[in-house]
């Protein structure tokens, strides 16, 4: 069964910086790309950035651009990092790490994902 284990969440001042990173177990199951999802209370679940292997594509939201940067390693496919700067209580949210086994769909959408982490918490205090 796949993993994806997710690391780097935690408690943090606004303006303040955090690294989450994700690693999946096999990279037949993110072989084609990985992506972030936060999920916060009273919200849907949504993108904010996300990597495509082989050509390394990155996408953003529009509310994380020039704040949030996604990175991984193009060779193995199945570990990526997101570098978050300037962070806002708005970010405050459970980040859920996601994985494209089959190549679907638009990176933005999560049903574009086949597998799923368990999520790691970030807080922005204000």
């Known amino acids: 069964q796949v993993q994806l284990v997710e690391s780097g969440g935690g408690l943090v001042q606004a303006g303040g910086s955090l690294r989450l990173s994700c690693a999946a177990s096999?990279?037949?199951?993110?072989?084609?790309?990985m992506g972030w999802f936060p999920h916060a209370p009273g919200k849907d679940r949504e993108f904010v950035a996300a990597?495509?292997?082989?050509?390394?594509?990155?996408?953003y939201s529009d509310s994380v651009k020039g704040r949030f940067t996604i990175s991984g390693d193009n060779n193995a496919k199945n570990m990526m990092a997101l570098q978050m700067i300037s962070l806002k209580p708005e970010d405050t949210a459970v980040y859920y790490c996601?994985?494209?086994?089959?190549?679907?769909?638009?990176?933005?959408?999560?049903?574009?994902?086949?597998?799923w982490g368990q999520g790691t918490q970030v807080t922005v205090s204000s």
């Open positions: 990597i495509r292997w082989g050509t390394y594509d990155r996408y």
């Open positions: 996601a994985a494209r086994g089959v190549n679907r769909g638009d990176f933005h959408n999560t049903s574009s994902y086949d597998h």
């Open positions: 096999e990279r037949t199951f993110s072989r084609f790309g």
